[in-house]
C-alpha cells in the first residue's frame, strides 16, 4: 500500500514541475509577443509621424498620405479598440472618399476622360478638406506609443 502512495506522489509531483515549465514557457512567450508588438507599434508609429510631417511640408499628397496613415492607424494593435475615424475625422473622410480609385497601371488604363473626371474629383475632396487635414496631422506628428 505504501508503494502504491509512493508512486502516486512521485508521479503528481513530476507532473506539477512539468506543469510549472509549461507555465514558465508561456509567460516568456508572452513576454517576447508584448515586446514584438510594442517595437511594431513604434515602428508603425515613427512611419505615421514621418509621413504626416511629409504632407504638412507637400513632400506628399494629401491622398497618398491618408491613405497610408489610415492604414498605418488600423494596423496598430491596441489594449483596447480605438476608433480612429473618430479621432482623424478627416483624414479618413478623404480616405473614405479615394481608397476604391484605382492606382498605378489600373489607373493607366482608364480612358483619359475618366481619369480627368477621377481627378477633378479627388483635387475637390482634397481642396476642401486640406485645412482640417493638415490640423490632423499636426496632431499625428505628435502621436506616442505611450498615448495609444
Not at 508584448?34 to 512611419?47: F, G, I, S, T, Y
Not at 494593435?77 to 480616405?95: C, G, H, K, M, N
Not at 498605378?104 to 477621377?118: F, G, I, S, V
Amino acid at each position: 500500500m505504501v508503494w502504491w502512495l509512493v508512486a502516486a506522489t512521485v508521479i503528481v509531483v513530476a507532473l506539477a514541475v512539468y506543469a510549472a515549465l509549461l507555465v514558465g514557457r508561456l509567460l516568456g512567450q508572452r513576454k517576447v509577443i508584448q515586446h514584438a508588438v510594442a517595437k511594431r507599434n513604434e515602428n508603425l508609429v515613427n512611419d505615421i509621424r514621418y509621413i504626416a510631417k511629409a504632407m504638412q511640408e507637400d513632400r506628399c499628397g494629401l491622398s497618398e498620405g491618408v491613405i497610408r496613415v489610415s492604414n498605418l492607424l488600423l494596423a496598430l494593435q491596441t489594449p483596447e479598440l480605438i476608433d480612429w475615424a473618430q479621432r482623424f475625422p478627416s483624414v479618413f473622410q478623404l480616405y473614405n472618399a479615394v481608397k476604391e480609385l484605382p492606382t498605378h497601371e489600373a489607373r493607366n488604363t482608364l480612358p483619359l476622360q475618366q481619369r480627368m473626371r477621377q481627378d477633378l474629383e479627388r483635387e475637390a475632396e482634397e481642396k476642401a478638406l486640406e485645412k482640417l487635414i493638415l490640423q490632423e496631422a499636426e496632431a499625428l506628428t505628435q502621436l506616442s506609443v505611450n498615448a495609444l
